[in-house]
């Protein structure tokens, strides 16, 4: 799954993956049916269509949510958005504002 990503996406920079979830677990990640029939994620579903983008196969545990996380080399968390459903991100400009 991982090195699908890196390659069809062309990512040079390192990658790391955490196949327990057990940085999911600690940041407190939501996860589960929920996440998937909440009537927000098929609001962000059909914004999603509208735009062009198609979701493929799906790889991986597909109930668990995501989230932006920003960290510094220190340890300091800069930014931090849990996904609390499908399609829910956070702000773009937010995240690369919070990059060190």
Known sequence: MARDFKET???EAPLYTDPGRRTYAAIGAARGAMTL???RAAMAAARALAAGHRQTATAGTGDQQGGELVVTAAGEVRYLH???FAGDHGDVSEV???IP
Do not use: F, G, Q, S
Request: proline residues 8%; aromatic residues 0%; neutral net charge.
């Open 37 to 39: 029939v909440d009537p």
């Open 96 to 98: 690369v504002a919070a």
């Open 9 to 11: 996406d062309k990512v």
């Open 82 to 84: 849990l996904a609390r």
